[in-house]
Structures are given as C-alpha cells and as structure tokens.
C-alpha cells in the first residue's frame, strides 16, 4: 500500500491593520485557488504560526472570516507573533479545536502539531515544553508501532529553539521523522540534515524576497519521498509536481529505492493540481523524448529505464513542469550517509533551488532582512 499526503502550506499571515489587512486578501485569494483549483488532491491547508501579528481577538476575527469559504480541513499552531499578548488566549479562543488538534493520522502518515511559543517568554523565545517533549516521543512511538509515517509541523527550525534544539532534532532523526514543516523564516527554504527534511515558506505578509510576490507551498510525501514547490499567486495553471522518486538534494535514506533507485526499470509518479479532465502528461529523462503518462489511483505514472547516474527528470503538461535531479545507483554503491552532526540548523539548507521556488537569498527578520 501506497502511502500519500499532501497539504498547501499558507506561510506566515502576520495579519495586522496597519499595513491596511494586505495578507487579508491575498488569503482570500489562496482560499478561492485551494477551493478551484487543488481541492480533494489536497488533505488540508497548513497555517504555521504568526497569524495574528500582534494577538489580538479582531486580527483574529478577520482571519477566520476569509478562512471560512474554505471547503477543505486547515491547521494552524501558534508562533511568537500570536503570543505577542504573552498569553494564548485570543489565539485559542478564535481558533476551534479541531483546527489546531495536537496530532493526527492521514494516508498512512502521523501529523505532530507542537507549540514552541506558549513555554517562552515572549518574541523569538523558542521552546518546547515538558508536555510537548513527552508527546513527541510518545507520537513518534505510536507511529512506528502502527507503521505509520512521522511528520512534525512546528514553527520553527529546531535550531531557534532556546534550549534542547539538538536533542530534539536527534528525537526526529532517530524516530524517522521524513519532514518537519515550519514558518517564522519569512523565506523559502529547505534543509536536509541527511536523516530528516525540514521545510520553511516566505511570509504571506511582510514579504522580502522574490520582489514581495505571494504564494504557497504544495507539500507532498510519497512512500516517505518529500516533494515541496512553492507557487506564486499569479503562476499559471495546472501545477506540475514529481513526488517520486526523490530529488537527489532531499534524499535522507539512499538505501531506499523509493529514493534512490536501481538501475532498471524505475516508475516516475508526479502529481498534477488544476489540470482539466483532458490533461495529457508526458516524461522525459536527459531531454529525450518524451513519453506518455498514465494516471493511476489520482497520480500519474510512466515505468522507464533508467541506467547508474545522475539523470534529469522533466514531468510536463502543456507549458507546466517539473524537474528534479535523481540519483540512480546499484545496490553495491548506494551512496553513504555521514554521522548527524548539527541536526536541524540551517548549515545544512540545500540552497538556491529554482524550480522549488528558492532563491537561497535567506532575506528574513532572522537572517539577511528587515527587522519587521
């Protein structure tokens, strides 16, 4: 059995009247993308923290009103812009239950949602609190039991926590942690620790990078391969996304053929977002030809014959496409995996990745940016 999952990622919405509710509308406008254009190809809509940029109930009140026409679950955690008042209660009171839930199980994968704020005093004091730090063991060992998937989604790297950022990292890696979602960065990124992938989407509001341009991120796990594309608003449809095999910049298991293959035959799957009914999509390896694809249980598949190597890897359909570079090795010369050494830390961001929708400029409040 095949084990799925996809979510759109909404980065920082820092909502705030002061700078005329602009993250305001460009969250409509992802609401009204997600409802026509992504819909049930997606599980839900991931809010990583800093919603409310100062906390209070009205910034609130105006994010849940552009978030109810929305036909599909979201999430949210907090971050330190929501604990601004030093206190959670706008943030939980606003927020229902179901919507902020502490994990869940979805297509075979067990979804971690922590607070690293409520534990802090204020600001960018990140910390994971006794209660978290149980549960996350707790969860990593309730998912291994069931042969389920482990992904976290926290607001920030486990290298801007206060205290006990290694620790808790080496907790991921040693309970198999294939992702970790984050905010607070303001820009895109992704790291690879060489055990877990972490991933960071620029800010909704009080955009630096990419001339200030809006978007979102598609996240997707496919048998434990991570995929992540960051979309602007005014990108054009359908949105072409390979979800396997893995890109070799991601690769956190190279003995594992799902990541890296052996040479034979090898199954590209992608998967395709706002496509119409007649979608026609096609692959090709190294800039050959290209060969037609076969949608398959809601993913389009193509078995080619991939020799050792690195080879490029381009999914099509119409003008849209995606490309990754995949590392193709026999089984006697998978390639080696270095003790982990400072798990969870930016040092190991992949750097500028354009067709991910990252340009490794870190222009952010905690790195090269403003200071918002």
């Keep these: 059995m095949t084990a799925t999952i996809a979510w759109v990622h909404v980065g920082d919405l820092h909502i705030d009247e002061a700078d005329g509710w602009q993250s305001l509308d460009r969250l409509e406008t992802i609401v009204?993308?997600?409802?026509?254009?992504?819909?049930?190809?997606?599980?839900?809509?991931?809010?990583?923290?800093?919603n409310a940029n100062h906390g209070t109930p009205e910034q609130y009140a105006r994010m849940i009103e552009a978030l109810a026409p929305l036909d599909w679950p979201w999430r949210a955690i907090p971050g330190d812009h929501d604990f601004e008042p030093h206190d959670l209660i706008a943030y939980e009171a606003a927020i229902p239950p179901a919507n902020r839930p502490e994990?869940?199980?979805?297509?075979?994968?067990?979804?971690?949602?922590?607070?690293?704020?409520?534990?802090?005093?204020?600001?960018?004091?990140?910390?994971v609190t006794t209660h978290h730090r149980n549960r996350i063991r707790e969860e990593l060992a309730r998912a291994e039991a069931a042969g389920q998937i482990p992904l976290v989604f926290m607001h920030a790297y486990p290298g801007d926590l206060a205290a006990d950022g290694d620790e808790i990292a080496?907790?991921?890696?040693?309970?198999?942690?294939?992702?970790?979602?984050?905010?607070?960065?303001?820009?895109?990124?992704?790291?690879?620790?060489?055990?877990?992938?972490?991933?960071?989407?620029?800010?909704t509001g009080q955009i630096e990078e990419d001339d200030g341009r809006p978007?979102?991120?598609?996240?997707?796990?496919?048998?434990?391969?991570?995929?992540?594309?960051?979309?602007?608003?005014?990108?054009?449809?359908?949105?072409?996304?390979?979800?396997?095999?893995?890109?070799?910049r991601l690769v956190t298991r190279p003995s594992d053929s799902h990541q890296v293959p052996r040479p034979g035959p090898v199954t590209i799957v992608a998967r395709l977002f706002g496509a119409g009914p007649n979608a026609a999509v096609s692959v090709s390896i190294d800039g050959g030809p290209a060969a037609t694809m076969t949608l398959v249980d809601g993913a389009?598949?193509?078995?080619?014959?991939?020799?050792?190597?690195?080879?490029?890897?381009?999914?099509?359909?119409?003008?849209?496409?995606?490309?990754?570079?995949?590392?193709?090795?026999?089984?006697?010369?998978?390639?080696?995996?270095?003790?982990?050494?400072?798990?969870?830390?930016d040092c190991h961001a992949v750097g500028a990745w354009p067709e991910a929708g990252i340009d490794g400029s870190q222009r952010g409040p905690n790195k090269n940016g403003g200071g918002w």
């Excluded at 297509?107 to 910390?127: E, N, T």
């Excluded at 040693?174 to 972490?198: I, K, M, Q, W």
């Excluded at 390979?242 to 070799?248: E, G, K, N, S």
């Design 300 to 345: 389009w598949q193509a078995e080619t014959m991939l020799s050792e190597g690195l080879r490029r890897v381009e999914v099509a359909c119409g003008t849209a496409r995606d490309r990754i570079e995949l590392l193709v090795r026999d089984v006697m010369d998978i390639p080696k995996r270095r003790p982990l050494v400072a798990p969870g830390i």
């Design 103 to 127: 994990a869940e199980t979805i297509g075979g994968y067990r979804c971690v949602f922590l607070d690293i704020v409520g534990d802090g005093a204020g600001g960018p004091d990140f910390r």
């Design 32 to 50: 009204g993308q997600v409802n026509t254009r992504i819909g049930r190809d997606a599980d839900f809509v991931f809010l990583p923290g800093d």
């Design 215 to 248: 978007g979102f991120t598609i996240v997707c796990l496919h048998d434990r391969v991570p995929s992540w594309r960051f979309r602007r608003l005014d990108d054009a449809w359908p949105h072409v996304q390979i979800v396997a095999p893995c890109d070799r």
């Design 170 to 203: 080496r907790t991921f890696a040693d309970g198999g942690v294939a992702f970790v979602d984050t905010g607070h960065t303001h820009y895109n990124e992704l790291l690879n620790d060489g055990r877990t992938v972490y991933g960071a989407t620029r800010s």
